[in-house]
């Protein structure tokens, strides 16, 4: 997520709201998260860096009866270091934690759990082996994402899923280097890629990646490859024209909007007017000068 989008008015629909959620992960957090319902597992679930609260709204609606849901974002809140400030700054510099609650609480009675700091202090708030579902989406830098792989890692239930937004874009090389080295070095095994999160777990990834399989075989709309690397197996999900999961309309999608603005119509022209003084004189001059002088006036 490279630029700011700013909110003005009252989300009526999800998409309303500013950030970065294609469709496809739309449906593949769905997929998951019902999943994981379905079969039984308890957990919480946890969202590092939450922007305007997209995916968070979204997350939300999986909360279950005794389950947490925690989101952290430094929102208008210091960095701990230099090179995370410059990236706030630049990326971010507009996110207010009032605008947050204000999205989310347009979809929710409840807001989750804010903690406003560093995704650092995650792990010192929330209990290892508790959540059933991370998404990490906060700081792109190297030191950061390696932390928060690591911290997701501990806080995850036994087969568990972890998403790691950015793993594959063009300007966030320290997200691509920590997602692949987990997967090389800290026993991450990939579940699913899409166009731009990596879906994996510390448990066994076979079950669910067959379930997964046996879904997408069954829809025409997303494009189904599958690659060997480094004794992974690889699922890769396109979309291809996939229409997104259906979602509530918030508590203002029946308020009707303010009308737009009239721009103030252009000032008319104002006639320009003949010298009334130098009618006068005109009319002053003998006749003959008079009739010539009024000819070239006209």
């Not at 989300?11 to 998260?33: E, I, M, N």
């Not at 957990?43 to 979204?58: C, H, N, Q, R, T």
């Not at 430094?74 to 090179?83: I, N, Q, R, S, V």
């Not at 000032?267 to 006749?287: E, G, H, I, M």
Request: charged share 25%; with cysteine.
């Amino acid at each position: 997520m490279a630029t700011t989008q700013e909110t003005t008015r009252p989300p009526r629909r999800l998409d309303d709201v500013p950030g970065w959620f294609p469709v496809l992960d739309q449906v593949l957090f769905d997929w998951f998260l019902g999943r994981q319902e379905d079969s039984g597992m308890r957990g919480d679930l946890l969202e590092v860096g939450v922007y305007m609260g997209k995916s968070a709204i979204f997350t939300g609606r999986h909360l279950r009866p005794g389950e947490s849901f925690t989101v952290c974002d430094l929102f208008e809140g210091d960095a701990p270091d230099h090179a995370n400030q410059a990236e706030s700054t630049k990326s971010y510099g507009k996110l207010t934690r009032r605008l947050f609650e204000e999205n989310y609480l347009a979809f929710h009675d409840e807001l989750p759990r804010v903690l406003q700091g560093p995704s650092s202090v995650v792990p010192a708030e929330v209990a290892p082996g508790t959540c059933r579902f991370v998404h990490v989406d906060a700081s792109h830098l190297y030191e950061h994402v390696h932390g928060d792989i690591g911290a997701a890692r501990d806080l995850l239930v036994p087969d568990g899923i972890v998403v790691l937004d950015d793993f594959r874009s063009e300007h966030t090389p320290g997200v691509s280097i920590a997602a692949w080295e987990a997967v090389l070095n800290r026993g991450l095994s990939p579940v699913c890629i899409s166009t731009q999160k990596l879906y994996g777990t510390w448990g066994d990834p076979g079950p669910v990646q067959e379930e997964l399989i046996e879904m997408v075989r069954g829809r025409s709309d997303c494009h189904l490859s599958m690659q060997e690397a480094a004794g992974h197996r690889i699922i890769r999900l396109k979309s291809k024209g996939m229409p997104g999961p259906e979602f509530p309309p918030s508590r203002y999608a029946e308020v009707p909007e303010a009308p737009e603005p009239v721009p103030a119509a252009a000032a008319s022209p104002v006639p320009r007017r003949r010298s009334r003084v130098r009618r006068v004189a005109v009319d002053l001059l003998p006749p003959v000068l008079t009739r010539a002088l009024r000819r070239t006036m006209r």
